[in-house]
């Protein structure tokens, strides 16, 4: 959780997050000032995600990330000459003009490297681009350590992201609308409206419980009918910026989950096999690639080849 | 550093061809920016007219605070390069409703993109975009919400189809004699800056209104002669000029607006009757206030005492008279501005001040700000969903997949169907637009003898109908002109009431305005007094009005059988995004409350509502609306 020390904010940062403010208030902003986020992996996402936090104030960022940076990548936080270097140290100078205030850390090891000591450092953890096992084991150590979790990923337009945040306690402000006459020189109706606040609370899943669901269960099954029509297409490019605003939905859901997972372990698959992700110029051969996979894993799953449509590949 | 590959289809051929313009540098321009270089668009041109301020910082992400003060269109033009230094962009700190960016300019594009934050560009934008028969994508944002939609000539609603819900105004009587909120307070004490500093304005008159209808009775007519009697005669003195006779002492200030000026509001008895009375306060007894407030906050939240409403008011006027002293010729006034710190500090003064005299909750100098500058809250990452979305509908009009486009709601939360996105099909032309329709219409009504024609060019036609430079033609037969946009031709025009012309109930006007390719005609109602004591009113569905008689029942009007003073002006203050002058744009009747919101019609993409039909359904939306 949060730190519970006394946080203040200087006049320079209430000018600068005046905007914010007034959004979420200025507890909000003091959480946020308090807040050391840790992102794993600086591509396309990453960088946007980068961005966001950086911008909106909070204490410090840890940019973790092994890779070299690339030309033609997404990440617009790498200037040109800096491609050859690592990805964080490529990305850091972009990233803290963005916020002065915002401690950004590179760190440029493989995150498999790292044990629960250096996760438990933290108070949010937010990772791009994991391999299914990693997202399962620094999921577990997060929930150990009761740190918010966040892990998700682009391909070409669509996208996914996985949350767990535990049992996670949220207000809501409801309107209620009253209309009041007032005394005006005519006869005006104002409308000031209640807001009461409800208090919620919503209890997350781990990673590993939504691959351990049975697919095969009439739930799952209608849960798979309703949204395959969402599923992401593949086309073969790396628009992380744009792609981001389309990452999907809180997994808060077992069944959902466990749908989600499963499909787009097909396409992690056809990563950590081939090494890269599918591409236009195979076209053909990855298609066919794909469309094996989806049947090994629907055969896995005692399910029907028919549920995915090889048409999602195109 | 990107060059990235879109898809290796026609629409990554597409994109490298296309030219687009982007209206706008702010909070969505600049991620629309970067998203265009990103994406493989080679052709930018981008447009505002703005510069940087520290407050702009959270989201912009393509400025710094070494930019502060430079052009936006500038600086976001060399950041994005740095994210792909082989595209081509050209920046333009310009207003894009100049002259110079007529039909032809626009024509040269593939897609528009507006990133905008007020109706009067986005109302001009859609109009040449619809006279060069180009595509737009409409964008808007507000805290966590926002909204995407396509616009095409012919193939969906333009922009104007839509009746925007009215702005909100308060009546002079309000203002000026019995505020009963903080925001009426606010807007005196904008309207007092004004009077003092700024452009005088006479529909923002800041003394007690004796011709409040509330007040007319016996003590009314009381006070009218002890003024008289006192002043030996009636005549106004501008508040400016009063103010410079005693070089606007302070002390004298404060005696008359909050002293003064409430006892003679005091003696008008009949306003009271129902209300709290305002209590005076005296130059030499500000009370004191012991302060019960949280600590923590920052320091523009504390609550100010009366106390120190008049330090600051002390201080802020003393920087403001010597700034006016400063200028030199044709500006002599200054411009109110909420980033100025004596502006702001003056009208929270001011208007706490006021506040106290009427025992209404005072406000930190924070809320004043927010509620005298209009500001909406914003984000980055608002901006960044729309921005991501704005490119996706542009994908779709580059394909050639028209029907694909939708209009989009980013929700705070899932809505009904469980969606944060929300699509939902692009409406068909409201075949009644007062834009885009084959013949253009719409009705106004006001009163012909007291309406110049100076004010029907600035506030109706301009200001309300978003018009930049309208040519008007009375329909009499005799081809009367009434407005010419060439500079000189009709001056002498301006300053007759329109009933000169002949303008009379039903009288109808040509309008055109050349450089929006936008003719439209004007049926004219004679109305002596309208609700609320508004200066006009602008109907968008003529067939829906009420015939004269049956309108004239709301609030109380002045007896036309006394002799009565001139009707009170009233006071319009725009608590909207913009500052667009209060109109209200009906589909129903001239009686319809016009603050009640316009329910706005949307249909889910699962809803099979009637596309194209004349009579469109209206019914509650299931997404949380922000109004564009």
């Not at chain 1, 681009?129 to 918010?148: D, G, M, Q, T, W």
């Not at chain 2, 609603?157 to 019995?178: L, M, W």
Request: charged residues 25%.
């Amino acid at each position: 959780m949060v730190a519970k020390e006394e946080v203040t904010i200087s006049e320079a940062e209430a000018a600068l997050y005046d905007r914010q403010i007034r959004l979420w208030g200025l507890e909000a902003q003091k959480r946020l000032r308090a807040a050391r986020v840790l992102l794993i992996g600086l591509g396309g996402l990453g960088a946007e995600i980068a961005k966001n936090l950086t911008l909106s104030g909070i204490k410090s960022l840890t940019l973790l990330d092994h890779s070299v940076a690339v030309a033609n990548s997404a990440n617009f936080l790498i200037p040109l000459e800096n491609v050859g270097k690592n990805v964080v140290e490529a990305s850091l100078e972009r990233v803290q003009r963005l916020n002065p205030m915002v401690d950004i850390l590179t760190d440029t090891e493989n995150v498999t490297a790292k044990n629960e000591d250096f996760f438990s450092g933290f108070d949010v953890v937010c990772a791009t681009r994991l391999p299914v096992e990693e997202s399962i084991r620094i999921n577990a150590i997060c929930r150990k350590h009761s740190i918010p979790f966040y892990s998700g990923d682009v391909f070409g337009f669509g996208g996914f992201f996985f949350v767990d945040l535990l049992e996670h306690e949220y207000s809501e402000e409801v309107t209620v609308p009253a209309a009041t006459l007032k005394d005006g020189c005519t006869a005006k109706k104002s409308d000031p409206s209640e807001t009461k606040t409800v208090k919620h609370t919503l209890n997350y899943i781990p990673l590993q419980a939504a691959f351990e669901a049975d697919p095969s269960s009439q739930l799952n099954k209608r849960s798979w009918q309703r949204i395959k029509s969402h599923f992401i297409t593949m086309k073969s490019t790396d628009l992380g910026s744009t792609t981001v605003a389309f990452v999907s939905l809180a997994l808060a859901s077992l069944a959902l989950a466990s749908l989600y997972v499963d499909l787009t372990t097909g396409l992690l698959m056809f990563r950590s096999q081939m090494k890269r992700d599918p591409e236009a110029a195979n076209r053909q051969s990855d298609i066919a690639k794909l469309c094996e996979i989806r049947d090994h894993i629907l055969h896995e799953m005692k399910l029907d080849n028919q549920m995915v449509d090889s048409g999602i590949f195109e | 550093m990107a060059d990235v590959n879109v898809a290796p289809s026609l629409l990554d051929d597409s994109i490298r061809k296309s030219k687009i313009l982007v209206v706008g540098a702010g909070g969505i321009g600049c991620e629309l920016l970067k998203n265009l270089v990103l994406s493989g668009f080679n052709d930018i041109l981008v447009i505002d007219l703005d510069t940087i301020d520290v407050s702009n910082l959270n989201r912009q992400f393509l400025f710094q605070k070494e930019h502060v003060g430079k052009s936006k269109a500038v600086i976001a033009r060399e950041s994005a390069l740095g994210f792909n230094p082989n595209v081509t962009i050209v920046a333009k700190h310009d207003s894009v409703m100049n002259s110079e960016y007529n039909v032809t300019f626009f024509k040269q594009f593939t897609v528009v993109m507006n990133a905008l934050d007020n109706r009067a560009a986005r109302s001009h934008v859609n109009r040449m975009c619809l006279a060069a028969n180009v595509p737009l994508i409409e964008s808007g944002t507000a805290g966590y919400l926002g909204q995407v939609t396509a616009i095409r000539k012919g193939l969906s609603e333009c922009y104007d189809c839509n009746p925007k819900a009215g702005q909100k105004s308060f009546p002079g009587c309000t203002i000026r004699n019995t505020p009963s909120e903080p925001i009426h307070c606010i807007v005196w004490a904008k309207h007092l800056f004004n009077q003092l500093f700024g452009e005088a304005d006479p529909d923002e008159d800041v003394s007690p209104d004796t011709a409040d209808p509330e007040a007319a009775g016996d003590a009314g007519s009381v006070a009218l002669q002890n003024q008289a009697s006192e002043a030996g005669n009636v005549t106004r003195v501008s508040t400016r000029a009063w103010a410079q006779q005693s070089e606007y002492d302070p002390s004298k200030l404060f005696g008359k607006f909050f002293c003064d000026d409430i006892k003679y509001l005091l003696s008008m008895d009949k306003l009271w009757t129902k209300r709290t009375p305002p209590t005076p306060l005296s130059w030499d007894n500000i009370p004191e206030e012991i302060s019960d407030q949280q600590g923590g906050l920052i320091k523009d939240q504390k609550v100010w005492s009366p106390a120190e409403c008049v330090q600051a008011m002390v201080s802020s006027i003393k920087i403001l008279y010597q700034r006016s002293k400063e200028l030199n010729g044709e500006e002599s006034f200054l411009v109110w501005d909420k980033d100025d710190e004596a502006s702001m500090d003056f009208v929270t003064a001011c208007s706490n001040l006021r506040s106290h005299v009427f025992s209404i909750p005072k406000k930190s100098r924070f809320d004043v700000k927010a509620m005298a500058g209009n500001i909406i809250p914003a984000i980055a990452t608002t901006n960044a969903v729309i921005a991501g979305l704005i490119v996706f509908e542009a994908f779709k009009i580059l394909e050639g997949k028209w029907e694909e486009c939708r209009h989009v709601y980013l929700n705070s939360k899932p809505n009904a169907l469980n969606k944060v996105i929300a699509p939902s099909s692009l409406d068909s032309a409201n075949p009644k637009c007062y834009v885009c329709s084959p013949h253009p219409e719409v009705t106004v009504l006001l009163n012909v003898s007291q309406m110049t024609v100076q004010s029907f060019e600035d506030k109706v036609l301009r200001g309300a109908l978003h018009m930049i430079s309208p040519d008007v033609m009375v329909d009499d037969g005799k081809g009367t002109v009434l407005i010419s946009s060439e500079e000189g031709e009709t001056t002498e025009n301006m300053s007759k009431s329109l009933s000169d012309f002949n303008i009379s109930d039903g009288t109808r006007l040509r309008c055109e305005d050349f450089h929006q390719e936008y003719d439209l005609n004007i049926t004219i109602i004679d109305r002596e007094h309208l609700e609320e004591n508004r200066e006009f009113t602008v109907i968008a569905d003529p067939s829906q009005l009420q015939p004269k008689a049956a309108v004239e029942s709301s609030g109380p009007q002045p007896s036309t059988s006394s002799s009565k003073p001139a009707p009170s002006t009233r006071a319009t203050e725009s608590v909207e995004i913009d500052e667009d002058l209060d109109v209200i744009f009906q589909k129903g009747t001239a009686n319809d409350d016009h603050q009640q919101e316009p329910s706005i019609r949307k249909r889910s993409i699962s809803g099979q509502a009637d596309i194209g039909s004349a009579s469109k359904k209206l019914r509650l939306s299931e997404n949380d609306i922000i109004e564009l």
